[in-house]
Each structure stands twice: as structure tokens, then as C-alpha cells.
């Protein structure tokens, strides 16, 4: 295979000027290197994953030293059909041939209007039948920079509820509604009355180990109804069914019920974030669906594009307060999106792939079980469909104030690193970051989930050896 790639001379080239060489030959090092000297410090995944890719289809990645991998990450849940879809190729190919426009801000276009009725086909219809949708900026937290902007033009209210745990992304008001504090500690000036409020982690109830979730809605709703809470009224309460970089906690459906009756009774629309659960993730199309919910609001990006950027929000109409160029983004124009997230859409709901989620979700947490009762360091197993999670404690430790183990983010770590070295491609979040995350492509099958199980017991055992030597 010929290839045009470049880089870098020597150290020895004048500070500027780069020399044209042939990249065919580089390995895992040298691009590795390369990146390290040329990107900014806030890489993240190469710091954990050190290798470059080559190539991938399916389920499976291969790096330039001719390493192949099974890829749980999945451009964290970006790649619903796995790399390289056969439909999803078609139809880049497809606009390319046909010279379709490339580009048109927010001017429609006929591959805009077929997205807009696969999106609409695959929402529930008690929702689409009255629904709106923005076309955003083609990152997630774009989208739920939308959403607030929206509820707080319809409602009048600037308050925003948001939850402990939580992720929405990293722009200034999508950061303001994260949980995690060390990514917003640098960072003044964020979005202000943002109020987070206890999720419903099972594992670390919030209000100590006798409480279940009814303790959260119940608070929640003594909240909203305190004249002295310090709460002005809301613009909007921003929600995760399933915290993914959370820690894969889902929420129990009856908790969301109750959400949705104490947001309804009290006309605070409920902003669904399904950025990372949408299109069949979680064994439902929307993870909203398990709850049979209506919500008002729902963000969705990176599978709804079919691996490339796209970024939508679709409201009620009846809270289409904007104006004109209310909200906009160069790129929200963005045609081959529209087209593999067409062809994503309509695949996934004509396979059930939304059905083979769950089942294969399942068959994948039966091993995650196993490994859970052979190994003390195992605290929790948790998540829904294909988004699991393993969470892993210092078993010698006291408990914590909730009655749980203490988190373990290096043994999980050193799990991570003993999966990749054993061709396992796996994420880690949650809590101190001591949870190991499961995103696979929908199409996974079940020898290749047996096998991830098979993989990842085999890292467990060998980085619990480690981290106790």
C-alpha cells in the first residue's frame, strides 16, 4: 500500500521547517511520539491507549505495528454498526459520486429532510408527533448548550438542575452541568445556577446504604417545593438515563418515572441526555423508553450521525420560543452525517439491533458476573444493554460513609493495561476513575462478547497479582 503521509524531520531541522517523509514504516513509537511533541496536553486517550491505528472494521481495530484489538470503546459509543459499516460507506460513496453538497449551513437539502424522517421514525410517537428539531454544532455538548439555551428562552427562568455524576460535555455551560470537579476546577466563569443534585447510584447511595432511590425523588421534590431551598425557579433539570463516563449507572426506571411526574406537576421541562445511550444502546432505541417516559427535551449526537460529527436537539414545539438565528453553528450543515446517520438509523431499527443490544448485553454481564465472584476486588457490576460497567474497590479497606468499598482507580488502571496488552480495547470512568467501561459496537456478536469476556477475566487476574505485588 502506497501512502502520501508525513512528518516531522529531525531535531536537527531549523524550528519550523519540516522535511516530507514517508510515514509507511512508523511504528506505535514513532507516531506516538510524534503526537506527544506536536498536541496539546490535553490528549487523553493516547495516555492510556498507547498505540496508532491503521485500519478497522466491524468490532475489530489493527495498529500500525500489526497489532488487532476488539474495540469496546467504540468512539465512546459513537460507532453504533462498529468501523467501517458496509451502508455506512455506501452512502459516502454515494454523495461523492452524485456531487451532492458537502456543506449547507442549515439550507435543506434532500438527504437533510430523509435524516430528519429517520430521526423522527425512530422516536417514540407520542414524542415525534409534536417535536421540533435544531440542528447543532457537530459535538454532543453543543446540543446541550441548545437545550439550556432554549428552556431558558421558553421558561423565562435561569436555573438549571442538573445531577452528581453527571457528563454533558466541555463547553462553558455544558461543563457548568458536569459532575466531575477536577475538570472544572481551573476553569472560573462557568455557567452559573447550575444546582446538582443526588443521582441514584446504587451501589454508593447517596443517603447511606439503608436508602434506595425513593430517598433521591424525594428529595428532589422537597427541593422544588422549598421556598427556602435557595432555588429560583428552573429553566430545565438536564438528566442521564445511564451516566456512562459516570460510571455506566443507570437509573432505575421508577426513580425516572418519578422524575417526569415532579418535573410535569411543576412545569420544569426534563432535558434527556442520550448522547451516548441513543439509538439502541441500551437494549431500548432511547434509554427514556425502559421508563415509558415522554421527556421534553432530548440531546442526541455521536451514534445519530453513524461515526460522523453530528449533533441534534429535539424539543415539544410548543417550547419554540426562538427568534431567528437564536442558535447556529458553521457546521451544523454537515450533509455526509446526515446520510450515514440516515443509514445508521434505518439499519439499526430494521435489524432490532436496539433488541440484540440487550441480548448481548446480557450475555456479556454474565461473564462480568463470573468474574465478579471470583475476585474480592470486584465491588459492582452494573449498566444496561451494551453499556456496562465493572467497578472495582479495595476489598481490605474500610467502608465508606455509604457502606460501600473504597474505589480502586489504579487497580481499574492496571485492568485497562492488562486488556489492551491482551488485544482489548476498554475505557475507564466513574468515581476515581475506577470503573472499567463496556461500549461495543451494536453488531458485536456473541463469540466475539465470549471472547471480551474471556479477555478481560484473564487482565482482572493478572492485574490483581500485579497491584498486590
Not at 432554549?150 to 438542575?161: E, H
Amino acid at each position: 500500500m502506497t501512502s502520501e503521509r508525513s512528518k516531522l524531520a529531525d531535531e536537527s531541522a531549523p524550528h519550523g521547517r519540516r522535511a516530507k517523509v514517508d510515514y509507511e514504516n512508523d511504528s506505535n513509537a514513532d507516531l506516538l511520539a510524534q503526537q506527544a511533541a506536536r498536541e496539546s496536553g490535553a490528549r487523553s486517550y493516547p495516555r492510556r491507549l498507547p498505540f496508532a491505528i491503521e485500519r478497522a472494521a466491524g468490532v475489530e481495530i489493527e495498529d500500525v505495528d500489526g497489532n488487532v484489538y476488539y474495540d469496546c470503546l467504540a468512539g465512546a459509543g459513537t460507532l453504533a454498526l462498529g468501523h467501517n459499516h458496509p451502508d455506512v460507506v455506501a452512502e459516502m460513496e454515494r454523495l461523492l459520486r452524485e456531487d451532492r453538497p458537502l456543506h449547507t449551513l442549515d439550507v435543506t437539502t434532500p438527504e437533510k429532510e430523509a435524516f430528519v424522517d429517520a430521526l423522527f421514525d425512530s422516536l417514540p410517537d407520542a414524542f415525534a408527533e409534536s417535536a421540533r428539531v435544531q440542528f447543532c454544532s457537530p459535538a454532543g455538548t453543543d446540543a446541550v448548550e441548545a437545550a439550556v439555551k432554549l428552556t431558558k428562552t421558553a421558561t423565562g427562568n435561569r436555573s438549571v438542575l442538573a445531577f452528581q455524576g453527571a457528563y454533558h460535555g466541555m463547553t462553558n455551560g455544558a461543563l457548568g452541568l458536569t459532575g466531575d470537579v477536577e475538570v472544572k476546577a481551573d476553569v472560573p466563569g462557568l455557567m452559573t445556577d447550575v444546582h446538582h443534585l443526588p443521582y441514584p447510584y446504587a451501589y454508593r447511595p447517596p443517603f447511606g446504604e439503608d436508602c434506595d432511590h425513593r430517598a433521591v425523588s424525594r428529595y428532589v421534590e422537597h427541593l422544588l417545593d422549598d421556598p427556602k431551598s435557595g432555588v429560583v425557579d428552573p429553566a430545565a433539570m438536564v438528566v442521564e438515563p445511564v451516566q456512562g463516563e459516570g460510571g455506566s449507572i443507570p437509573a432505575p426506571d421508577e426513580w425516572l418515572r418519578e422524575i417526569r411526574r415532579i418535573t410535569r406537576e411543576r412545569d420544569v421541562p426534563l432535558v434527556v441526555d442520550e448522547i451516548q445511550t441513543g439509538l439502541g444502546r441500551t437494549g431500548a432505541t432511547y434509554a427514556f423508553e425502559h421508563a415509558d417516559v415522554v421527556p421534553d427535551v432530548v440531546t442526541l449526537s455521536k451514534a445519530v450521525g453513524g461515526g460522523l460529527p453530528l449533533s441534534v436537539v429535539v424539543y415539544r414545539d410548543e417550547l419554540d420560543a426562538w427568534e431567528p438565528g437564536a442558535h447556529a453553528g458553521t457546521f451544523r450543515g454537515n450533509q455526509l452525517a446526515m446520510a450515514t446517520g440516515r443509514a445508521t438509523i434505518r439499519h439499526v431499527l430494521e435489524n432490532d439491533l436496539d433488541e440484540h443490544a440487550a441480548e448481548m448485553g446480557e450475555r456479556l454481564q454474565g461473564h462480568l458476573d463470573r468474574t465478579d465472584e471470583r475476585f474480592a476486588a470486584v465491588g459492582d457490576v452494573r449498566g444496561r444493554g451494551l453499556m456496562l460497567g465493572v467497578e472495582f474497590v479495595d476489598p481490605e479497606a474500610e467502608p465508606d460513609a455509604v457502606g460501600a468499598q473504597p474505589a480502586d482507580g489504579e487497580l481499574a488502571g492496571a485492568v485497562q493495561r492488562e486488556c489492551f496488552e491482551r488485544g482489548l480495547v476498554v475505557e475507564t470512568g466513574g468515581r476515581h476513575s475506577a470503573t472499567v467501561r463496556f461500549l461495543p459496537p451494536l453488531v458485536v456478536t456473541g463469540e466475539q462478547v465470549d471472547d471480551i469476556g474471556r479477555i478481560f477475566e484473564e487482565a482482572v487476574s493478572a492485574a490483581v497479582s500485579e497491584v498486590a505485588a
